[in-house]
């Protein structure tokens, strides 16, 4: 059994190494023999404030193993609400206990040295047919994104909900601080670097195309002339079929008065008369 292991772990790090792609890695502890410790490495998601940063991964592979997930540990220090250590139960985590990090000066240090992570991968999704690169692959992608309301850490988590400014300036300078990520350019449009201003201009940009997706929806019929028949009690499709299968016209998207045989028409087909 233990051969059969190490034997897919060693391929696992083949394939690892032989994909250039990911960008992932994983070697044995201090170039040891021991395949059952090893160390895992991505680099931080672009557009988020991780990019840039070079993020380490403890990893224990149990001996049930693939019948049980690896065990894995941020060796790297990051400010993400749904981290630092996983599994969740401190018992199984006998590192916990000896976790020695110097405390950063930046806010919110204290107490986030360690502290379980949600992962579904490592956890009650973990199937033998997943591998210890796509356990990373997982980690990495929760980077791009986090679930403040399921966190591991209230802090961290309420800080994205409330500030999300302020928690992508905390989360990059923990990044540059311990994964060596580039420091932000001056007004803040680098790697990651996000600021006040660029983030309301990302809001903006995306209300802006969620109402242009919301008038796509209307087929170039005006808006008001739509939501009267909206106010009935229909949907905006059902309506602008109706319109359309009646032959309505568009007018250019002006809003105007249909005629009352019209708006017969256009009831009956709603009711499903016509």
Not at 22 to 29: A, D, G, Y
Not at 48 to 59: A, H
Not at 202 to 220: C, D, F, M, S, V
Request: aromatic share 8%; charged share 25%; proline share 8%.
């Amino acid at each position: 059994m233990a051969s059969n292991r190490s034997r897919r772990i060693a391929k696992e790090i083949k394939d690892i190494q032989a994909d250039t792609h990911s960008k992932i890695t994983v070697e044995p502890l201090d170039g040891a023999d021991d395949l059952t410790h090893l160390r895992g490495m991505f680099w931080g998601p672009p557009d988020t404030p991780y990019e840039g940063g070079k993020f380490f991964v403890d990893i224990r592979i149990p001996s049930e193993y693939p019948f049980r997930p690896p065990v894995m540990k941020f060796e790297t220090r990051i400010w993400h609400p749904n981290r630092l250590l996983f599994p969740s139960s401190p018992s199984t985590i006998p590192w916990e206990r000896d976790a020695k990090f110097s405390a950063p000066s930046l806010p919110g240090a204290a107490g986030h040295t360690q502290g379980a992570i949600c992962l579904d991968t490592l956890s009650t999704a973990w199937s033998p047919v997943l591998t210890i690169k796509s356990a990373l692959i997982s980690l990495q992608s929760l980077l791009s994104t986090p679930e403040p309301k399921d966190p591991q850490d209230a802090e961290v988590a309420g800080m994205l909900i409330r500030n999300p400014a302020e928690f992508e300036h905390v989360a990059r300078e923990w990044a540059v601080k311990h994964a060596g990520a580039p420091p932000r350019r001056e007004r803040g449009e680098g790697s990651g670097g996000a600021t006040a201003e660029s983030i309301k201009k990302k809001e903006k940009a995306a209300r802006e195309g969620e109402e242009r997706a919301k008038l796509a929806a209307y087929h170039g019929y005006n808006k008001d002339l739509i939501d009267r028949f909206v106010a009935m009690g229909f949907d905006v499709p059902a309506v602008v079929a109706a319109f359309e299968y009646v032959g309505i016209d568009k007018m250019n998207g002006e809003d105007y008065e249909l005629e009352e045989a019209y708006m017969g028409d256009i009831t009956a087909r709603l009711f499903g008369e016509a």
